[in-house]
């Protein structure tokens, strides 16, 4: 059973930074899209960026310049920088395939606030 584990969020002020973490137990990440989603309590998940095996990346239009996914293929890690954080960040994060697989971790909760 492959565990998708969350970590790196927290309380920011607008304009901050976070970088989230997403570490796997096996080779999840490695031959396949993978994306950052998040969501709000009541909504669903939206992907809020993705990256392909190849490196072509995606991001939504409200994080488009802010936010930046990567990867660490030998340790299994795919990571999310967020930079100039905003109060509608606010969410709950979770990484996964894409689409998305039939299980997710816990997420990382990402609080914006002054």
């Known amino acids: 059973q492959v565990q998708l584990v969350e970590s790196g969020g927290g309380l920011v002020q607008p304009g901050g930074s976070l970088r989230l973490s997403c570490a796997a137990s096996?080779?999840?990440?490695?031959?396949?899209?993978i994306g950052w989603y998040r969501q709000l309590p009541g909504n669903q998940r939206e992907l809020v960026a993705s990256l392909t095996k190849s490196g072509i990346v995606n991001y939504a239009d409200s994080v488009q310049g802010r936010f930046n996914i990567s990867r660490d293929a030998v340790k299994n890690v795919v990571y999310l920088q967020m930079n100039n954080l905003k109060p509608a960040d606010m969410a709950t994060y979770y990484c996964?395939?894409?689409?998305?697989?039939?299980?997710w971790g816990q997420g990382t909760q990402v609080t914006v606030s002054s």
């Open positions: 096996q080779s999840f990440f490695s031959a396949y899209m």
């Open positions: 996964n395939q894409f689409p998305p697989a039939g299980f």
